[in-house]
């Protein structure tokens, strides 16, 4: 076995605690982020999930170091910046490549 397969065998532990959807919530709100319906943005993070929301969250940070949000930017901003790509992917694809279908419901 090469030195390098040697290294991918190895798993390192995961490190990370669980973070339930309701603090995931006060998460994007103590960054800025303004969430008027937290049982809906609860409800999305559990359909899309923290990390997919955060991809589009990008566009709205002051500062990507911190994660903090720019001024006036609404949990909506940013599900509507992903549902119009989401639309945008699948009208150039012409196939739904999102596996979330819950956007459109």
Sequence with gaps: MSP?????SRK?????????????????????????????????LAQLNYY????????????HATHHFKANTHFN???????ILAYLMNTICGENHWKNRAIWQ
């Design 4 to 8: 390098t397969n040697r290294n991918r």
């Design 77 to 83: 901003d940013v599900l509507n910046f992903y549902v």
């Design 12 to 44: 390192v532990p995961y490190q990370k605690l669980v973070t339930r959807f309701a603090e995931q919530v006060n998460l994007l709100e103590a960054r800025g982020l303004i969430i008027r319906d937290h049982a809906k943005a609860e409800f999305y």
């Design 52 to 63: 997919r929301v955060a991809a589009y969250c990008l566009p709205f940070e002051n500062d």
